[in-house]
C-alpha cells in the first residue's frame, strides 16, 4: 500500500478530529483502530488508567518512551496543568514526523517536547539537555526488552526519586517479564497491576504502576 498505517492515522485525525480539541484527536483515533485498521496505540481502555495515574500523580514533569503516532502524549499532555511538559522518545523518524502533526492538531505542542533517538542513547542526555532533576512520572511503551535495562539505566542516572511513579504499557502482551519480575521484587518499589485488555482487543493485557521508595 502507497501510505503507511501512521499516514493512515493522521488522515483519519485530520478529517475527523477537530484542531485544538485533544480529546477529538483521541476519539478519531481510537475509532480508526478500532473499525478500520488496528495499531499499537495504548487505546481507550488503558488509556482510561493511564489517564487515572496522570491526574493521581499530577506531574510536572513527564517522560515517555515510545511516542509512536503520540496517541498517549496527547492523552498525557491534555491533564498536564501550565508549566508542566511531557518529553516523549521515538526512535522511528517516519513515526515522529506523523507523531509531531498529531500532536499540533490537538493544540498541545507547547507541553510537548519530542526527541527522535533510542532510549538507551538519549537518557543519559536528559539532565545535561533538558534540564531535568528527576521525572515524576515515566511511561513505558517502547521495546519490551528495553524496559528493564532503561530503568536500570534511570535509575543510574538520578532520573528516578523517591516517589517516582513508573508506568508499564504490555507487560502481559507481548509482555515484559524481566520487567515485572525485578519491579515486583524489588524492595525499591511497590508494584499494583492493572488488568485490562490489548488495545481494541478481547485479549488479556495491562499496566503495571510501580512507585519507587528511594534508596
Ligand atoms: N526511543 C526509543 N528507544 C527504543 N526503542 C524505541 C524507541 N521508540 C520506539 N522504539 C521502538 C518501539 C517499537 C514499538 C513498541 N511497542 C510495541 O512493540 C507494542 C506492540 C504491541 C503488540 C501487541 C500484540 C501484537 F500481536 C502485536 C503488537 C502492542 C503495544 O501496545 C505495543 O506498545
Ligand atoms: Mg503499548
Known sequence: ???????????????????????????????????????????????????????????VTVLEL???????????ARLLPPGACVITLEFNPDYAAI???????????????????????????MKEHFGVQAFDLVFLDHWKERYLPDTKLLEE?????????????????????????YVRNSPRYNSHYYRSHLEYTKAEDGLEKSVFLGY
Open 1 to 59: 500500500t502507497r501510505t503507511s498505517r501512521p499516514q493512515r492515522i493522521l488522515k483519519a485525525v485530520q478529517r475527523k478530529a477537530t484542531v485544538g480539541d485533544p480529546q477529538s484527536v483521541i476519539t478519531a483515533i481510537d475509532h480508526f483502530c478500532r473499525h478500520r485498521e488496528w495499531a499499537m496505540n495504548v487505546g481507550d481502555e488503558k488509556g482510561s488508567i493511564l489517564d487515572s495515574v496522570v491526574n493521581e500523580v499530577s506531574p
Open 99 to 125: 507523531a509531531r502533526q498529531v500532536i499540533k492538531w490537538s493544540g498541545l505542542e507547547d507541553k510537548v517536547q519530542l526527541v527522535e533517538g533510542a532510549s538507551g542513547d538519549c537518557i543519559p542526555w
Open 66 to 76: 515510545g511516542t509512536y503516532c503520540g496517541y498517549s502524549t496527547v492523552r498525557i
Open 157 to 181: 542516572c538520578g532520573l528516578i526519586q523517591k516517589g517516582t511513579v513508573l508506568l508499564a504499557d504490555n507487560v502481559i502482551c507481548p509482555g515484559t517479564p524481566d520487567y515485572l519480575e
